[in-house]
């Protein structure tokens, strides 16, 4: 099992640290969990979504405390323990509109892609929305929402995207609904920020500010889209309130106490095709050298439309109409980071 592999070296690493000296900063080893949860929470169901790019002192916010706070770890480095070069790699992250088991082929609600350069210490995460209308492997040059993509499995969404973008994706990590309810709830719920008071029947109330919530009404609340007057456009600002408060809560000392449950929840709620091997060196080079990654996000754009779609070719349905300049700008960030050197 993967959390094995995870606890383990987090264990030995913890070994070296006292506990209450270790600085509060983001590692690939978290990384890879915050892809876990946010490929859950940027996008689902978003129709119409504005373009973002930040940059990781926006992702990772530092307490007064931390700032204090001086890492004593010494690590101790033999020949044959030096770090790897891993060099580049990209990976398509799946959010699929299920519960329970992944393995049933379904609509992809979230669609996902990183831009890894492990030398430079540069991921950049392009979002694409589900209903972009665009050509699949299969469709013989018919178009579909992205998200039917996912109806033929998830080759078939990787195909897609690197159609769509003229890339090549190395890897793929599926999760569902109950992989980010059950995240949540290991954790002991999340603090997020509601820019309004609205209520999701019968689930919560949700007052303007912050909002202590469980798995279900987090859920709930980045999936909401009704109770507002800009509609999507709302729903997409909550999803991204809620990814910076995942990725606060899994910077945090209580995560790394609850990190091997987190794990064991995880389980049956992912799948991937990235390899053991792969994962173990990225972990290991994390713990040799801690020095902080930069995280860029970029979502593409487009405009509403009525078509007929490969998946129902029978009558029209709403898609989005790619942004030629946006794709062609995801296009380039990619090519960036993966081009970057040190």
């Known amino acids: 099992m993967l959390y094995l592999l995870y606890s383990t070296l987090l264990e030995a690493q913890m070994k070296k640290i006292n506990q209450t000296n270790l600085k509060r900063r983001i590692s690939l080893?978290?990384?890879?969990?915050?892809?876990?949860?946010?490929?859950?929470?940027?996008?689902?169901?978003?129709?119409?979504?504005?373009?973002?790019?930040?940059?990781?002192?926006?992702?990772?916010?530092?307490?007064?405390?931390s700032e204090k706070i001086e890492q004593e770890t010494e690590i101790v480095q033999t020949e044959s323990e030096e770090k790897k070069d891993l060099g580049t790699f990209v990976l398509y992250f799946s959010g699929i509109d299920v519960w329970g088991w992944t393995d049933t082929k379904s609509r992809s609600d979230v669609n996902i892609i990183a831009a890894v350069n492990t030398e430079t210490r540069h991921v950049q995460l392009i979002n694409t929305p589900r209903d972009y209308f665009v050509e699949m492997p299969i469709s013989n040059g018919a178009k579909d929402k992205l998200t039917h993509a996912g109806l033929y499995g998830v080759e078939n969404s990787v195909g897609t995207l690197e159609k769509l973008y003229d890339i090549d994706i190395d890897y793929y990590l599926r999760v569902n609904f109950s992989g980010f309810e059950a995240i949540i709830d290991t954790l002991g719920g999340v603090d997020v920020y509601s820019e309004y008071d609205f209520t999701v029947d019968p689930i919560k109330h949700y007052t303007e500010g912050y909002n202590h919530l469980t798995g279900l009404e987090a859920l709930a609340f980045v999936r909401e889209?009704?109770?507002?007057?800009?509609?999507?456009?709302?729903?997409?600002?909550?999803?991204?309130a809620m990814l910076q408060a995942l990725i606060k809560k899994v910077c945090s000392i209580e995560f790394l106490e609850n990190y091997n449950e987190v794990m064991d929840e995880l389980t049956d709620m992912y799948r991937t095709n990235i390899p053991d091997e792969l994962l173990k060196d990225l972990v290991f080079n994390q713990l040799m050298d801690g020095t902080e990654w930069t995280v860029d996000i970029y979502s593409v754009t487009g405009s509403g439309g009525s078509e007929k779609t490969y998946s129902a070719p029978n009558s029209a349905a709403y898609v989005m109409i790619p942004n030629d300049s946006d794709v062609a700008q995801a296009k380039s960030l990619i090519e960036a980071v993966l081009n970057e050197t040190p």
């Open 225 to 240: 889209r009704h109770a507002f007057a800009s509609g999507d456009n709302q729903r997409g600002r909550n999803q991204m």
């Open 29 to 65: 080893m978290l990384l890879i969990t915050i892809f876990l949860m946010s490929s859950l929470v940027v996008g689902c169901g978003k129709k119409n979504v504005n373009t973002v790019s930040t940059k990781e002192d926006a992702l990772v916010e530092e307490t007064e405390e």
